[in-house]
C-alpha cells in the first residue's frame, strides 16, 4: 500500500513539472511580448573618403584650345584658351614639321607653355625657319589631354631689306622725317621700295633721296637713281617734309624691286 501511494506521489510532481514547463514556454512565445528595439541601420560607410581635388562638374572637354594670332619670319604667336571651370593650369604648344610627326609627338621643331593668363593670350614660339610649314598641337589644362594635330600654319618669308622710321623735328601744322632702309637679303640689290599709311590724315609736300607717290592715305617711296644698289647689309636713307601732327611711329614695309 505504502508503495503505491509513493508512486503515485512522483507521478504528481512530474505532471507539475511538465505543467510548469509548458507555461514557461508559451510564454516566452506570447507575440503580444513587446521586442527589445535594435539599433538603426544605415549605408553610411565608417569613413568619408578624401580626395585631393574636388571633381568639377563644370569642367569642358577640351580643356586647352586655341588658334594662330600672328607670324613672322621666325616667330609664331598662339592665343590659347585654358577653361577656368578647372583653374589656370600650365598649357603649352608644340611645332612640328609634318602631321605625322605631330600626330606621333616626335621630332618637335619648337614650342612654348604658358604660365598665366597673360601669357596665354600671346603664346609665342621663336627660332622658326622663315617660309616653313608647321603643324602644332595644344597640351596640358591640368591634364593628360592633347588636341588633335591643327595646322598648318607657315612662318613669312625672310624679309629682303627693312625700313626705320626716324621723326627728326617738328612744329605746329609740319615735320620733318626720314626712313632708313637697309638690305637684308643676302645678296646685293638694285632697288628697293617702302610703303605704309599715315596715322591720322598727314600728307607728304616734298622729298628727297626717294620718288614718293600717295594716295588719301598710303605713300609709296622708290630709291632713286643713285641710292636702288645695295651691298649685303648695305643701307641708305631719304627724307620728307610732312603736313599735319607729327606722327611718333610709322608701321613700313620694305621690299626689294630688282
Not at 594662330?68 to 589656370?88: E, I
Not at 614639321?97 to 609665342?124: H, I, K, W
Not at 600728307?203 to 626717294?210: G, V
Request: aromatic fraction near 8%; hydrophobic fraction near 40%.
Amino acid at each position: 500500500m505504502r508503495r503505491r501511494w509513493a508512486a503515485r506521489g512522483i507521478a504528481v510532481m512530474a505532471g507539475l513539472v511538465l505543467v510548469l514547463g509548458a507555461g514557461a514556454t508559451a510564454q516566452a512565445a506570447d507575440p503580444t511580448a513587446t521586442p527589445i528595439p535594435s539599433p538603426p541601420v544605415t549605408d553610411a560607410p565608417a569613413t568619408t573618403p578624401v580626395t585631393s581635388r574636388p571633381v568639377s562638374t563644370t569642367c569642358a572637354l577640351p580643356p586647352v584650345s586655341g588658334s594662330v594670332t600672328g607670324a613672322t619670319a621666325t616667330t609664331l604667336t598662339f592665343s590659347v584658351s585654358v577653361s577656368l571651370a578647372c583653374g589656370f593650369h600650365p598649357a603649352s604648344v608644340a611645332l612640328f614639321g609634318s602631321f605625322q610627326d605631330a600626330q606621333m609627338g616626335q621630332n618637335q621643331r619648337g614650342g612654348a607653355t604658358a604660365y598665366t593668363a597673360a601669357e596665354a593670350a600671346a603664346l609665342t614660339v621663336t627660332g622658326l625657319t622663315p617660309a616653313t610649314l608647321y603643324w602644332y598641337r595644344f597640351s596640358g589644362g591640368g591634364s593628360s589631354f592633347s588636341s588633335l594635330v591643327m595646322g598648318p600654319v607657315y612662318t613669312q618669308a625672310k624679309p629682303q631689306c627693312t625700313a626705320t622710321y626716324q621723326l627728326d623735328g617738328s612744329w605746329e601744322g609740319g615735320f620733318v622725317a626720314r626712313i632708313s632702309v637697309r638690305n637684308v637679303s643676302g645678296s646685293p640689290t638694285t632697288g628697293w621700295r617702302v610703303g605704309w599709311n599715315w596715322p591720322g590724315g598727314q600728307s607728304i609736300t616734298s622729298a628727297w633721296s626717294a620718288t614718293v607717290s600717295s594716295g588719301a592715305a598710303s605713300v609709296a617711296a622708290t630709291n632713286a637713281d643713285y641710292n636702288g644698289a645695295l651691298t649685303v647689309d648695305g643701307n641708305t636713307a631719304f627724307g620728307f617734309l610732312g603736313q599735319g601732327a607729327a606722327p611718333t611711329a610709322l608701321t613700313l614695309t620694305c621690299s626689294v624691286t630688282a
